[in-house]
Antibody, heavy 123, light 110 residues
Framework: QLQLQESGPGLVKPSETLSLTCTVS??????????WGWIRQPPGKGLEWIGS???????YYNPSLESRVTITVDTSKNQFSLKLSSVTVADTAVYYC???????????????WGQGTLVTVSS | QSALTQPASVSGSPGQSITISCTGI?????????VSWYQQHPGKAPKLMIY???NRPSGVSNRFSGSKSGNTASLTISGLQAEDEADYYC??????????FGGGTKLTVL
């Protein structure tokens, strides 16, 4: 049974960098059929895709966040990570890590989700 | 990329059927058969209910079905039950530009 677990600080100051890690268990991150992604949900609002990464390091980013986002993968630890720089209060959200299906150069889904972690941006 | 368009809310009585629409453009919903639907209860992570327009994951009730016509995908829930009350989101691939979600629809079971 695949499990994804987010971890990282729950409070980040404005203008600093938000950093989260997703640990994958019950399956290998180094499989050819999947991309691994981050999605966020501000309180009371909808879902927003942030970006996704393949185990080789190939990435897709949401164009509206691309200038501030970096997603990396560590296959030795079966983890992938999110960094979001220059955060503001608007970045306060529940952050989910997830697994997408890979269809050639296209990613679909996501199909599996972590439980989510609330990150608050506040001084 | 703009969010897919969903109605803000829908409602129905127990036993009835409801349909939630998800409208995009030719480069997302209309261009690929890769629309997914999610159910989200308060305080919980989204749960995949439909993938690839009309496929149900194992364990999802056959009361949930999906379809697509042109740039609009639809989720139909038949035989509404109280436990179906939740927020529903669609997603679509956008070719080589990743994934986009709909704005979400709140389903109320009267």
């Amino acid at each position: 049974q695949l499990q994804l677990q987010e971890s990282g600080p729950g409070l980040v100051k404005p203008s600093e960098t938000l950093s989260l890690t997703c640990t994958v268990s019950g399956g290998s991150i180094s499989t050819s059929n999947y991309y691994w992604g981050w999605i966020r949900q501000p309180p009371g609002k909808g879902l927003e895709w942030i970006g996704s990464i393949y185990y080789s390091g190939s990435t897709y980013y949401n164009p509206s966040l691309e200038s501030r986002v970096t997603i990396t993968v560590d296959t030795s630890k079966n983890q992938f990570s999110l960094k979001l720089s220059s955060v503001t209060v608007a970045d306060t959200a529940v952050y989910y890590c997830a697994r997408h299906a890979r269809r050639g150069v296209i990613i679909t889904g996501p199909f599996d989700w972590g439980q989510g972690t609330l990150v608050t941006v506040s001084s | 990329q703009s969010a897919l368009t969903q109605p803000a809310s829908v409602s129905g009585s127990p036993g009835q059927s409801i349909t939630i629409s998800c409208t995009g453009i030719s480069s997302d919903v209309g261009g690929y058969n890769y629309v997914s639907w999610y159910q989200q209860h308060p305080g919980k992570a989204p749960k995949l209910m439909i993938y690839d327009v009309s496929n149900r994951p194992s364990g999802v009730s056959n009361r949930f079905s999906g379809s697509k016509s042109g740039n609009t995908a639809s989720l139909t829930i038949s035989g509404l039950q109280a436990e179906d009350e939740a927020d529903y989101y669609c997603s679509s691939c956008t070719g080589t530009r990743g994934v986009v979600f709909g704005g979400g629809t709140k389903l109320t079971v009267l």
